[in-house]
């Protein structure tokens, strides 16, 4: 399998990524996110945001992996992937990196 940030590279590079906040809050908004990202290095106020506004709409949020240096946009801090394909890739692929306590 890919790793991690090769999969995100992948999704930016076939504009399947909508990048930072205001078109984050878009796709996730307007239901089409199915996965999204936030650095662990966003603000208080902006992981706030985020973690309510995927619970409200039902997109998965994940947040302990910092993205910004494999998409090539370092003060990016928020992210959302737009196609099922990629998202369900890339979850795989961060639970295989970041296990889950369950």
């Not at 790793?3 to 930016?12: E, I, Q, Y």
């Not at 504009?15 to 089409?32: D, H, I, M, P, T």
């Not at 290095?41 to 039902?58: M, P, Y």
Request: charged residues 20%; aromatic residues 6%.
């Amino acid at each position: 399998m890919a790793s991690l940030d090769t999969l995100l590279g992948f999704c930016v590079k076939s504009g399947k990524l909508a990048l930072g906040a205001e078109a984050c809050r878009k796709a996730v908004s307007g239901g089409k996110a199915s996965l999204a990202l936030l650095s662990p290095t966003a603000s208080a106020n902006t992981r706030k945001e985020f973690e309510a506004l995927c619970a409200r709409s039902g997109v998965p949020l994940l947040t302990e992996h910092d993205f910004s240096g494999a998409i090539g946009r370092p003060a990016c801090k928020t992210a959302a992937v737009v196609e099922q394909g990629f998202a369900k890739t890339i979850q795989t692929a961060y639970d295989s990196v970041y296990p889950r306590n369950i």
